[in-house]
């Protein structure tokens, strides 16, 4: 296995390399229209956490994800779920894609959009079942959505489209979960539900990638974090790698004040 | 008015052809690719012609294996010069449907002295001419009869479309509501979508005969659309396109054989009629569906507002 960069700080979990490591990403190049969006991305994800991954718009951190569920093709590189190509381990990871994504007045209800992520496991042809519903209600319940099942999705807010695609990820019961930017713009409700899910995740054992932008909370959510400008400029422990000076070469001159102001109390005193 | 035994052909030949282009047009409303039924309905063409000229005849499996290849090919077409060459999706499906209609055309005129097929028909199809042709078939009740060959190839296809829907219906809801998720899951949006894009090329070429090539999107389109407006569930709104598009069959060619009447005409197309209600209907239920809206925005509490 290629020897990490050691300017990414410490590995969290050094021992777990080869077939525990839940996702591994090896020399990733992905290219639109020969234009790098990033470039030899190599990184291995511990497990059970909650990973961040931060950087500027149009640093590839929403094409990073979609590599790794191969929905755009890659230029080079392999993606190992457990040690074992992606396609051959689909149901282990779940999707939790960006809320404009999709239509929202499809004609379907809640629970028709949760049961969806049983489909895998159901397969081809056979139709959804009781035990597929009781999954997408269960899932409902833990995002504290169970009141909507039945409603149209077209009548949801934001917050709760976002809960209900949270939902539809734990009704597949993955081991790795890639969310894209779950916390753009949603109420404190949703917020709160999301980080308690993910907490719920991370105590069972899962793997969560959760795309995200607002630097202020990101000492709050991650115990891992990976900062991406098309490369990887650093990845690790946050504690380790959340610092001002990986910041101003994640963002470059794009940092905000505020960003930084963040980062600083985060730090425990002004800059 | 009188009212024969080949009306009643005509209707339910109308029907099936309706009702088959409603269930498959559904998933193509819903998707937001309303006009990948135009195109695939006018490319078919050349697919039919050169059908025509092997085998002299109509309606044969060569015909519709053909069609359904050029048709599959339009798909294909518009999506690889839309990755590739950087087109938007429309003007790459502009470039392919009509180069392939083009080739269509040019092949029919040249093929028209020697076999019996003419432009005007596949454009505006013959509905009243179906019935003419028919197939003695020994059935078990009925003992011999004569059945109109139109009738029984939409009937096969509508048959073929209701069981694909119902099969593949969750493969079906899924691809067209989440692709990318459907990918994860290991359903190969491309997969369904091809599937698809072939059950629209058969049903369009079935349906030449009865709507032909510039109808047969209003069937596709409207019904479905209609339908839209006036539910919120899947399943509900698929029923709903095949009882309008029935629906408009009756009324259609009810309204062609008595409405000019009146005005002291003789009767006129039933397809364009029965295309002509389907817009009717869309309107109805879009003043319906507006109406709704509005009550439910007056009953809303002010103090909320």
Same mark, same amino acid.
């Given at each position: 296995?290629?020897?990490?960069?050691?300017?990414?700080?410490?590995?969290?979990?050094?021992?777990?390399?080869?077939?525990?490591?839940?996702?591994?990403?090896?020399?990733?190049?992905?290219?639109?229209?020969?234009?790098?969006?990033?470039?030899?991305?190599?990184?291995?994800?511990?497990?059970?956490?909650?990973?961040?991954?931060?950087?500027?718009?149009?640093?590839?951190?929403?094409?990073?994800?979609?590599?790794?569920?191969?929905?755009?093709?890659?230029?080079?590189?392999?993606?190992?779920?457990?040690?074992?190509?992606?396609?051959?381990?689909?149901?282990?990871?779940?999707?939790?894609?960006?809320?404009?994504?999709?239509?929202?007045?499809?004609?379907?209800?809640?629970?028709?959009?949760?049961?969806?992520?049983?489909?895998?496991?159901?397969?081809?042809?056979?139709?959804?079942?009781?035990?597929?519903?009781?999954?997408?209600?269960?899932?409902?319940?833990?995002?504290?959505?169970?009141?909507?099942?039945?409603?149209?999705?077209?009548?949801?807010?934001?917050?709760?489209?976002?809960?209900?695609?949270?939902?539809?990820?734990?009704?597949?019961?993955?081991?790795?979960?890639?969310?894209?930017?779950?916390?753009?713009?949603?109420?404190?409700?949703?917020?709160?539900?999301?980080?308690?899910?993910?907490?719920?995740?991370?105590?069972?054992?899962?793997?969560?990638?959760?795309?995200?932008?607002?630097?202020?909370?990101?000492?709050?959510?991650?115990?891992?974090?990976?900062?991406?400008?098309?490369?990887?400029?650093?990845?690790?422990?946050?504690?380790?790698?959340?610092?001002?000076?990986?910041?101003?070469?994640?963002?470059?001159?794009?940092?905000?004040?505020?960003?930084?102001?963040?980062?600083?109390?985060?730090?425990?005193?002004?800059? | 008015?009188?009212?024969?035994?080949?009306?009643?052909?005509?209707?339910?030949?109308?029907?099936?052809?309706?009702?088959?282009?409603?269930?498959?047009?559904?998933?193509?409303?819903?998707?937001?690719?309303?006009?990948?039924?135009?195109?695939?309905?006018?490319?078919?063409?050349?697919?039919?012609?050169?059908?025509?000229?092997?085998?002299?005849?109509?309606?044969?499996?060569?015909?519709?294996?053909?069609?359904?290849?050029?048709?599959?090919?339009?798909?294909?077409?518009?999506?690889?010069?839309?990755?590739?060459?950087?087109?938007?999706?429309?003007?790459?499906?502009?470039?392919?449907?009509?180069?392939?209609?083009?080739?269509?055309?040019?092949?029919?005129?040249?093929?028209?002295?020697?076999?019996?097929?003419?432009?005007?028909?596949?454009?505006?199809?013959?509905?009243?001419?179906?019935?003419?042709?028919?197939?003695?078939?020994?059935?078990?009740?009925?003992?011999?009869?004569?059945?109109?060959?139109?009738?029984?190839?939409?009937?096969?296809?509508?048959?073929?479309?209701?069981? $694909? &829907?119902?099969? #593949?219906?969750?493969?079906?809801?899924? /691809?067209? %509501?989440?692709? =990318?998720?459907?990918? !994860?899951? @290991?359903?190969?949006?491309?997969?369904?979508?091809?599937?698809?894009?072939?059950?629209?090329?058969?049903?369009?070429?079935?349906?030449?005969?009865?709507?032909?090539?510039?109808?047969?999107?209003?069937?596709?389109?409207?019904?479905?659309?209609?339908?839209?407006?006036?539910?919120?569930?899947?399943?509900?709104?698929?029923?709903?396109?095949?009882?309008?598009?029935?629906?408009?069959? $009756? &009324?259609?060619? #009810?309204?062609?054989?008595?409405?000019? /009447?009146? %005005?002291?005409? =003789?009767?006129?197309? !039933?397809? @364009?009629?029965?295309?002509?209600?389907?817009?009717?209907?869309?309107?109805?239920?879009?003043?319906?569906?507006?109406?709704?809206?509005?009550?439910?925005?007056?009953?809303?509490?002010?103090?909320?507002?």
């Amino acid at each position: 296995m290629k020897q990490l960069e050691p300017q990414s700080g410490r590995w969290a979990n050094d021992a777990t390399h080869g077939a525990e490591v839940p996702l591994s990403v090896h020399d990733l190049t992905v290219a639109y229209e020969r234009k790098p969006v990033i470039w030899d991305i190599d990184l291995d994800f511990p497990a059970d956490a909650i990973v961040g991954i931060i950087g500027p718009n149009g640093a590839g951190k929403s094409t990073l994800i979609k590599a790794c569920l191969d929905l755009v093709p890659r230029a080079s590189g392999e993606i190992l779920v457990y040690g074992r190509p992606y396609a051959r381990q689909r149901q282990r990871v779940g999707y939790v894609p960006q809320r404009e994504s999709v239509d929202w007045d499809f004609p379907v209800s809640v629970l028709d959009v949760v049961a969806m992520g049983t489909y895998g496991r159901l397969g081809w042809l056979r139709p959804v079942n009781r035990r597929s519903r009781a999954l997408a209600l269960e899932a409902l319940e833990r995002v504290g959505m169970a009141d909507f099942a039945s409603r149209q999705i077209s009548q949801l807010s934001g917050g709760q489209q976002q809960r209900t695609f949270l939902a539809r990820a734990l009704a597949q019961d993955a081991d790795i979960y890639l969310m894209d930017e779950p916390f753009a713009a949603v109420d404190a409700a949703t917020e709160r539900a999301v980080v308690e899910v993910l907490r719920e995740l991370r105590k069972r054992g899962r793997t969560c990638l959760v795309v995200h932008h607002d630097l202020a909370t990101v000492a709050e959510y991650f115990d891992w974090l990976v900062m991406l400008n098309m490369r990887v400029v650093a990845a690790g422990p946050t504690a380790d790698v959340f610092t001002n000076e990986n910041l101003r070469k994640t963002y470059g001159g794009r940092l905000t004040l505020l960003s930084e102001a963040a980062a600083a109390l985060r730090r425990g005193g002004p800059a | 008015m009188e009212w024969y035994a080949f009306d009643t052909w005509i209707v339910l030949t109308g029907a099936l052809s309706a009702g088959a282009c409603a269930l498959v047009g559904s998933f193509l409303v819903l998707r937001r690719m309303s006009m990948m039924g135009d195109a695939i309905s006018h490319a078919v063409l050349p697919g039919l012609a050169v059908a025509f000229l092997i085998t002299g005849a109509r309606s044969s499996w060569v015909m519709f294996a053909g069609a359904a290849a050029i048709g599959l090919l339009t798909a294909v077409g518009t999506e690889w010069l839309h990755r590739k060459g950087r087109m938007d999706e429309g003007a790459s499906m502009g470039i392919v449907f009509t180069t392939f209609f083009a080739l269509g055309l040019v092949l029919i005129a040249r093929a028209a002295d020697r076999v019996d097929l003419d432009p005007e028909c596949v454009l505006y199809g013959a509905l009243e001419l179906t019935p003419l042709d028919t197939v003695a078939l020994a059935l078990p009740f009925f003992g011999e009869a004569d059945v109109p060959r139109a009738f029984l190839v939409l009937l096969a296809v509508f048959v073929l479309n209701l069981v $694909a &829907v119902a099969v #593949f219906f969750k493969e079906l809801r899924l /691809v067209c %509501f989440d692709p =990318a998720l459907a990918a !994860t899951l @290991g359903f190969g949006a491309k997969r369904v979508h091809y599937g698809l894009m072939t059950l629209v090329a058969v049903t369009t070429v079935a349906s030449f005969e009865a709507v032909g090539s510039i109808l047969v999107i209003a069937m596709l389109i409207v019904p479905a659309a209609t339908a839209r407006l006036l539910t919120d569930r899947l399943s509900t709104l698929l029923l709903l396109a095949v009882l309008l598009a029935f629906a408009a069959a $009756a &009324v259609g060619h #009810f309204a062609a054989i008595t409405v000019p /009447v009146w %005005f002291g005409f =003789a009767d006129t197309s !039933t397809a @364009g009629t029965m295309a002509f209600v389907t817009g009717l209907f869309f309107l109805g239920a879009a003043g319906y569906a507006s109406l709704r809206r509005r009550l439910q925005t007056r009953s809303t509490p002010i103090a909320t507002l």
